[in-house]
């Protein structure tokens, strides 16, 4: 008799929940996860969507050595900096810290952002400025000095876009792939660290 109390009692509570019960620290927890799953979605997307674009260009920090090289280059020479594909900031802080009125343009969001808090840390807020933007289509033509760390593809590509739009004198810093047709005016270190300096002339 007891046990037919129960067995009603269970298929009312099933009827009642479509057959699924969750306790409310279930649901909490399912919650949770669905929360991490989503915000760390969010957070990696950026990282892995240069893939899908026609040229991949993923996030690959400068080398300290090469900074330096990028320096050298910028030596004797005045003006604006464009870092384009800017990542964590790094080579446009530099940059700023020797007195050039630097910008970089970067797809990536959250470098973006990451880039901003570290120039304001750094006290370089007003000389190193950060825009989230396609490379692609930014106007290169107000810079005096450009710095490219890009993939071998899209260096040809890029090329094209230099001569279009860099003003005379415009001072191109491609750092661990050259521009494919055009003679540098010098280079400076080596291997993956080397970066090609060339200097634009109306063709
Ligand atoms: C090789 S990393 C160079 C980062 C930085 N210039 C440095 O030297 O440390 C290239 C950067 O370009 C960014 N990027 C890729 N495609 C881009 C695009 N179409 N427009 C702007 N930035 C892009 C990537 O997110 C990555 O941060």
């Keep these: 008799m007891g046990e037919l109390n ?3 009692l269970n298929k009312s509570a099933v009827k009642k929940t479509g057959g699924l019960q969750i306790s409310t620290t279930g649901k909490l927890l399912v919650g949770i996860t669905g929360g991490i799953a989503l915000g760390l979605s969010a957070i990696c997307a950026p990282f892995i969507s240069p893939a899908l674009r026609r040229f991949c260009l993923p996030y690959i920090p400068a080398t300290n050595e090469q900074i330096a090289n990028v320096l050298k280059a910028l030596k004797g020479h005045k003006g604006t900096v464009l870092d384009l594909g800017s990542g964590d900031g790094r080579i446009v802080i530099e940059a700023a810290k020797n007195k050039f009125v630097s910008h970089g343009v970067e ?14 840390k750094q006290g370089l807020s007003s000389n ?12 290169v033509s107000k810079y005096d000095n450009i710095v490219i760390f890009g993939v071998e593809q899209m260096m040809a590509d890029l090329e094209k876009k ?3 739009e860099c003003k005379t004198n ?3 810093i491609a750092c661990r792939f050259p521009l494919p047709n055009l003679i540098p005016e010098t280079t400076i270190g080596n291997g993956i660290d080397k970066v090609w300096v060339y200097n634009f002339q109306p063709s």
């Excluded at 990536?108 to 990451?114: C, D, E, G, M, T």
């Design 107 to 120: 797809l990536n969001p959250w470098l973006v952002l990451y880039s901003k808090f570290d120039a304001f």
């Design 128 to 139: 190193a400025q950060f825009q989230r933007q396609d490379l692609w289509k930014c106007d």
């Design 6 to 8: 129960l067995l009603e």
């Design 170 to 172: 415009c001072n191109v």
């Design 162 to 164: 230099f001569q279009k």
